[in-house]
Structure formats: C-alpha cells, structure tokens
C-alpha cells in the first residue's frame, strides 16, 4: 500500500487529506507540520480573527480528532529538515526519519522580513500567532503604520481603522494592490482607504525603524520620519524551500513543478499551494499564486492524480481570490493588472466591476466589488475566453436592468 506524507498541515495539506480519503484511498496518510497546532484558516487573520469578532474555534479547519477519525495520522510541532528522494526519506528536526511513497510538499510560505522586523511593536501577519500579537496592538487613538500595501497590509489597515486606529499606509507603488491590479485601478481602492480616515505615503519606502521609548521611528526613503505605536511589516512573502536545497528538487522562487504539479525530475514528489510553481498551456513562464483557492483547488487535483494514477490531469485553472476591506467584497477572476482595463458601475456606488482585455481579444480577467450576478458572468466569460466586449456589454446591461428594477 502506497503510504502518502504530506510535509504542510494547512490550507494544502490538510484539504489533501481530506480530499485522498473522499476519493477512496485507503492507504496510510501522513501529515506532518512545524506548528503545534497548524490547523486553521489564514484569509481571517487580517480580517475578522484580527478584530476579534472571530474566534480561534471559529477559523479551525478541523481538528486532530476529526484527522484520526478519517485515519490520517498527524505528526504535529516537528519540522522536516532534508529529502532523500533516492531513499524517498525525510528527516524531521526531533531527530527522527519519516518514509513515503508518495510525498506532497504543501510546506506554504512565510511572511518576508527585513533587519527590524524583531523590534518590539513590529509585527508580520501569517500565523493565529502574528494576528494576535498585532491584535494587542489594535487600541483606539493607537497609530499604526502599514508598510506595504498588497491585500494583507490593505486588509490589516482597514481592520486597524474599523478598530479607530490612526493608519499610515507606506508603498514603493502609487496605490494599494498596485502589482496585482495596476497603480490607476489600485487608485480607486486608494481612494475608498482615504475616505475611511487612512493616510497613504505612497512612492517611498522604509530604510529603518528605531525604538524610541514605547513607539517606533519608521526612518522612510525620503529622509523623512514617522513615529508611531506600532509597525505591520507587509512586504510579501517568502516560500519554505530551505529545507530542500540539498535535496536535487528544482528551486525557484517555490518548487519547479509540470502541469501535474509534479516536482519536475523527481519521482513521486508533488508540491501544492503557495511553494508550488507551475507552468501550462495559458501559464508558459510559470507562476506560483499565493490563493487559497488555489491551495485548495490544487489539494482536489493531486488527491485524484495520487488515487487514479492512471488518469493524470492537468492542473489549469481560472484564478480566483477575494478580499475583504470594509463594506467593499473584492473578487478578482482570471489575470488582472494589465493597462487595458474598463470600468463598468460607479464606486462612489459601492458596487462595480474593471474588466480587464484588449478590444476584439479574449478578456484577460476582472476585478468585481459586491457584486454577486458580475462574478458570476465574470467567471464564465474568463474560462471561455470571451471577447472582451461581451463580458462588458453584459455587465453594462445587468447593471441597467438593477438600475430600472429600483
Ligand atoms: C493574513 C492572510 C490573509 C489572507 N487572505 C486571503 C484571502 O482573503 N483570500 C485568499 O485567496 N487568500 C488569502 N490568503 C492566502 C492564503 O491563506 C494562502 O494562499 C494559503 O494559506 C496557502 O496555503 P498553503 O497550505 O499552501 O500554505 P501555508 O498556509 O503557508 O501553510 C504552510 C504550512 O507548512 C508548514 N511548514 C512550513 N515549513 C515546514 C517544514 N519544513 N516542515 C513541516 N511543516 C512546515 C507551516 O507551519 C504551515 O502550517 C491570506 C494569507 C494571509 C497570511
């Protein structure tokens, strides 16, 4: 029996596991994590764990108990440290080896530091651990800056402001989600952060942060300075490859993977969610998302290629990510970012959508704000690589009909 070891007990690795057992695969299932206790859900973090509206109970993936009762063994607060792909060994950091047949690298990524970032009251968001610690720093009449502003520092601001903090936003870009979205279309979230009481430093970074007493002094590129209380450190994140650098598995910015998310050149090795890079037919040069959908839908593929072998599919999907900040649901389809984009519906509305394509071409993707029937359409019109225009005339129209319904 083929004994299956996933090394990664979130998102990835634990929606594995579920899936192998509701694919029929009855063979052993391990799933082994450096955290204690790994198993809950990051997207609440910079949102409603961060606030405290949720609890720890109420963002648990699922427990140990529930693992065991599925006969997925569960070796928890013990990290791999090296990969004999040869011996299809691993190490783990108590000193002890674990051996597989099947093994899924779902080992995630981690938030990216710099030289301050272990100051007091500088503080990074990717695990229940980070978000509270910064929670303790969310006291009304606080000031907390934000130094990056991609969705975990856009969220965190608008938590922290939601909590009656004074925010400071510091961001190389002109605009909040500037890499994902453009700086133009990362203009207008800018301007709903603004009209929730935020205040944007943007086109400069931070060269350091000093202690000064209880606070922090961000010295920022322009010469500059800002005290605050407390620092969120947003600068991306970083994937957990380390600990196979000795291993002959393919490194690159995540592990090298084929369409079947197979680590490229090595047997039986697979990597999944935000340390996998893949490429295919509409992702040539290869990407690794950083969705937990993507994690997610990545987890379903590989339990069916791990239980039907012999009907290997290939992973190609239509991307999805949300975000939430204030009242505004974002949902964003398909590839966004690029300079040709239209809007359609009004923001001073709190309901519209960018879609993003050249005139006559298949539409490229859409950013879509509360607005559920758009999504939906969106959604379509991306995996059939609708013409641009369609998908805009669509939403022009639901969005007459809406207007003449009220
Ligand atoms: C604050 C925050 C908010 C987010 N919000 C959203 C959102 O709104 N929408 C969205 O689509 N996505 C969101 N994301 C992204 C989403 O959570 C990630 O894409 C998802 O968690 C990726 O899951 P993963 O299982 O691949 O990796 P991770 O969640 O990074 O988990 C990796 C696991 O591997 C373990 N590990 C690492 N190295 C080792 C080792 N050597 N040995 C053993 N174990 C190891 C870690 O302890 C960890 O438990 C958010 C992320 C964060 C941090």
Known sequence: MSHVVIVG?????????????????????????????????????????????????????????????REISTRFGVAATTLDPAAKTLTLDDGSTASYDVLVIATGARARLTPWASLPHVHVLRTRTDAEQLRGELVAGRHLAVVGAGFVGAEAAATARKADLRVTIIEPLGAPMGRAMNTEVGGIFADKHRREGVEFRFGISVERVEPVGQRCRLVLTDGSTLDVDAVLLGIGAVPNTEWLESS???????????????????????AIGDVSRFSNDRHPESVRLEHWTSAADQSVLIAHNIAHPDDARHYDPTEYVWSDQYDWKIQIVGLTGSDHWRIVGDPADD?????????????????????????????????????????????RSL?????AAV
């Open 9 to 69: 007990a979130s998102v990835a690795g634990v929606k594995l596991a579920q899936n192998l057992r509701s694919e029929g695969f009855t063979a052993p299932v391990t799933l082994i994590d450096a955290e204690d206790d790994p198993l809950y859900d990051k997207p609440p973090l910079s949102k409603d764990y961060l606030s405290g509206a949720s609890s720890a109970q109420d963002i648990a993936m699922t427990t140990a108990d529930d693992l065991h009762a």
């Open 248 to 270: 002959g598995v393919t490194i690159d910015n995540g592990i090298v993977c084929d369409s079947t998310l197979s680590a490229v050149g090595i047997p039986d090795v697979y």
């Open 351 to 395: 309901r519209f959508a960018i879609v993003y394509g050249v005139e006559g071409q298949p539409i490229q993707g859409a950013v879509i704000v509360n607005w559920p029937r758009a999504l939906i359409d969106s959604r379509r019109s991306v995996a059939g690589q609708a013409p641009t225009e369609e998908l805009v005339g669509r939403l």
């Open 399 to 403: 969005l007459e009909a809406s207007k």
